[in-house]
Nanobody, 121 residues
């Protein structure tokens, strides 16, 4: 059974930081690309970052320079470090994974349940 479990969310004031983790099980993470998504109330889900199998990251424009992402294929864990958070970053954040190889990534197949991040002014 494949599971992706996010942790590290919560409430923070603007300018603060949070670090999200996503522990995966049931898959070999090194064979998968991974992504973080978010969805705010009334808005469509958007991809925050794609981390390919080589660890290269592609960020959504609004978080560039503030967020970093990494993966630990030994611990089968993904990380999203969020700095200088803004109220508009408030959303439910999801991790996801799909098969990949090098820089090639298939669509995301596995999803976590999501975790809330709330940034107050």
């Amino acid at each position: 059974q494949v599971r992706l479990v996010e942790s590290g969310g919560g409430s923070v004031q603007a300018g603060g930081s949070l670090r999200l983790s996503c522990v995966t099980s049931g898959i070999v993470l090194s064979y998968h690309c991974a992504s973080w998504y978010r969805q705010a109330p009334g808005k469509e889900r958007e991809r925050v970052v794609l981390v390919d199998c080589d660890g290269r990251t592609t960020f959504e424009d609004s978080v560039k320079g503030r967020f970093t992402a990494s993966r630990d294929n030994v611990e089968n864990t993904l990380y999203l470090q969020m700095n200088n958070l803004k109220p508009e970053d408030t959303a439910k954040y999801y991790c996801a994974a799909g098969l990949g190889r090098g820089s090639w990534c298939d669509q995301d197949k596995y999803w976590g349940q999501g975790i809330q991040v709330t940034v107050s002014p």
